[in-house]
């Protein structure tokens, strides 16, 4: 890997990830580096900046969790930039590797220049809001990306009741009346989706799982998709906020009678993997706390 062009984004507000990021800066421009840094969070996006400042971009070195990283996916995966996104102030740290791995950051440059790591691709989702005009004429938005999910839901101080129609290549498949609906990438699964009680798919997997929050029927469950298929999902409800969100970020309303469509991106999101042990089952039994939260036992039968 080529080291002359890298991007630096830390956790806005947080003194443990902007420390790292200016030591990082240091080091990479002592290595002739040309450096870009600043801050991501709710009210910060440099990405933007980053991508007009500076073409060809190497390396994005994140540092965060895994809104910060989120946030990093949905803009350098159209640029097909690698990213390299360390835990220094997450909290569940699915999509991050732990600092305490990479305390010798020199040592981390030295392994990306003599290309001593792996890249992972991960499938991310593509979503326009289309208008139906008087003759029937479609007006659509611009494109929004995801690397978890796209949800479809109110944001309002009422608990409103979202009326949502679900079509899969033009066929209708069902209607959802409840908090919403959520359509996620196989990454995103072990996110909104693993908690509205949907299913964990593994990211290697190309697949796009539909899953409804809280819906008013016993009889509505979790869909998984091939990922060639159109996802369609109108709004029913006279519901002034109704709301596409991308990763948890407001993206767009969606007005009574706009239809979202929903699609594998054709881009995706490049993540620099430098843990030689790396398990995404081990990433499960940390994360979520499996193998035993309350009472472990020996395996005597396993070979050790």
Aim: glycine share 6%; aromatic share 8%; net charge negative.
């Amino acid at each position: 890997m080529k080291l002359h062009k890298v991007i630096i984004a830390y956790k806005a507000d947080n003194t443990v990830s902007h420390s790292w990021a200016e030591r990082c800066s240091r080091e990479l421009e002592a290595l002739g580096c040309h450096v870009l840094m600043g801050p991501s969070g709710a009210y910060d996006n440099p990405y933007p900046v980053f991508i007009e400042s500076m073409r060809d971009i190497d390396l994005a070195l994140v540092l965060g969790g895994d809104g910060s990283t989120l946030g990093a996916a949905r803009y350098l995966a159209l640029q097909s930039v690698p990213i390299l996104a360390i835990n220094t102030g997450g909290h569940l740290g699915f999509l991050t590797q732990a600092a305490e791995e990479f305390e010798d950051t020199q040592a981390v440059w030295q392994r990306l220049l003599s290309d001593r790591y792996a890249i992972e691709t991960r499938m991310m989702l593509q979503a326009q809001v289309v208008n139906i005009g008087g003759n029937h004429s479609e007006e659509v938005s611009h494109y929004f990306y995801s690397l978890n999910e796209m949800c479809i839901k109110p944001a309002s101080e009422r608990m409103t009741t979202a009326a949502l129609e679900l079509e899969i290549d033009g066929e209708v498949v069902d209607q959802y009346h409840g908090d919403g609906l959520i359509i996620a990438t196989p990454t995103g699964s072990t996110s909104y989706v693993v908690a509205a009680n949907g299913p964990i798919l593994h990211p290697g997997m190309e697949a796009i799982v539909i899953t409804p929050i809280c819906p008013m029927s016993l009889a509505s469950r979790t869909i998984v998709l091939p990922p060639r298929l159109l996802v369609s999902v109108w709004s029913l409800n006279d519901d002034p906020n109704m709301k596409l969100w991308t990763d948890g970020v407001l993206a767009s309303p969606i007005l009574s009678g706009q239809r979202v469509d929903i699609s594998i991106a054709p881009h995706r999101a490049r993540f620099v993997i430098l843990r030689e042990n790396y398990s995404f089952y081990q990433a499960l039994r940390e994360k979520l706390l499996w193998s035993g939260t309350r009472l472990q036992y020996h395996n005597k039968y396993r070979p050790s």
